[in-house]
């Protein structure tokens, strides 16, 4: 039986005359991700903007949002948002943060508790965040992105150079402000999840961008004296079977628990698989044709190829080494 093989042995595929095109798409998708951040902004959810959350089930019948909406207004608490979960026997509110600090907040609990009461409801989840905690929260999970950013190009810099550093960063950030984009666009709520979200996607976009990385290191070590761009293209063909089958593992995942898993993990799948594959593209397309602007090897084209070992032989000018096989 022969093994399946979605990306064929040997693949010559021009990958730096197709970053012409991605590019202008990549910035273009920055350029909306910012507009979209800062006219319509992202929806924070309750761990960064403060306020309750309170998931409440029926007991015997399917709840009637419309009448949970009357009782609820009628206690005039400022923005209240009723969502159903699940079934039509599981509704999620929110409510506004109230001025009085911590106590105003624990008092809406009992004031939503009183109007809807204990006989047909089951309180199953109750949350309580202050103006100063969801502050901190966000304060807090921004410079976890930062700081994961910057480690990962010290590591970069330490393991190859400074130039592979900043192409990742580059790389990561990328997908990071793509990661926003969806937010501002989709609406999900943006809190803690969120965050997580974007740190893993961070953390898979560096470990394909590094094994790309590592076979340009490869290449550019063996092949003295070929031109950059065919070193990109070359690495970037050796490894893409690895790179599609990761990709298309993980997603298959992603997509159950998107469809199986409910509701309470479908806002972060949702955003986890545009994060991988937006992360995928990317170290593809970003990753190695942001190397050709820091000059790492000047461009030969009328130079031989000649493998850099020992009894090697010179090939024909202009021409491309059999790839190795596939990482």
Do not use: C
């Amino acid at each position: 039986m022969k093994p399946l093989r979605l990306v064929p042995d040997g693949t010559t595929y021009p990958f730096m005359k197709w970053a012409k095109v991605r590019t202008p798409i990549s910035l273009l998708l920055i350029v909306v991700s910012f507009a979209l951040f800062f006219t319509v902004g992202v929806n924070s959810g309750i761990d960064f903007k403060g306020g309750t959350v309170m998931e409440v089930g029926g007991h015997s019948q399917p709840i009637d949002i419309a009448e949970v909406r009357s009782k609820l207004d009628a206690l005039e608490l400022g923005e209240v948002q009723i969502q159903s979960i699940g079934n039509s026997n599981e509704v999620l509110i929110r409510v506004a943060t109230q001025p009085g600090g911590d106590e105003a907040q624990q008092q809406v609990v009992q004031k939503v508790r009183a109007a809807l009461g204990e006989t047909d409801y089951d309180y199953r989840r109750v949350e309580v965040v202050g103006p100063r905690v969801s502050g901190e929260l966000a304060w807090t999970g921004t410079l976890a992105v930062l700081f994961t950013i910057a480690g990962i190009m010290a590591y970069i810099w330490i393991r190859f150079e400074w130039q592979f550093g900043l192409a990742a960063v580059a790389t990561l950030v990328h997908d990071a402000i793509l990661m926003i984009g969806f937010f501002a666009l989709t609406q999900i709520d943006f809190n803690l999840q969120s965050l997580a979200a974007i740190l893993t996607v961070i953390g898979y976009s560096l470990n394909d961008t590094v094994v790309i990385f590592d076979r340009i290191r490869e290449i550019l070590r063996r092949y003295k004296q070929m031109p950059m761009s065919d070193v990109i293209d070359l690495a970037t063909n050796q490894t893409l079977a690895r790179t599609i089958m990761t990709s298309l593992t993980i997603l298959l995942a992603l997509v159950s628990l998107y469809l199986f898993g409910g509701p309470v993990v479908r806002s972060f799948t949702a955003s986890m698989i545009w994060g991988i594959v937006v992360a995928t593209a990317s170290s593809i397309f970003i990753g190695g044709p942001i190397l050709i602007y820091f000059n790492l090897r000047p461009e030969k084209t009328d130079a031989a190829v000649k493998p850099a070992v020992k009894g090697g032989s010179a090939s024909k000018p202009g021409a491309v080494p059999t790839p190795a096989p596939r990482g």
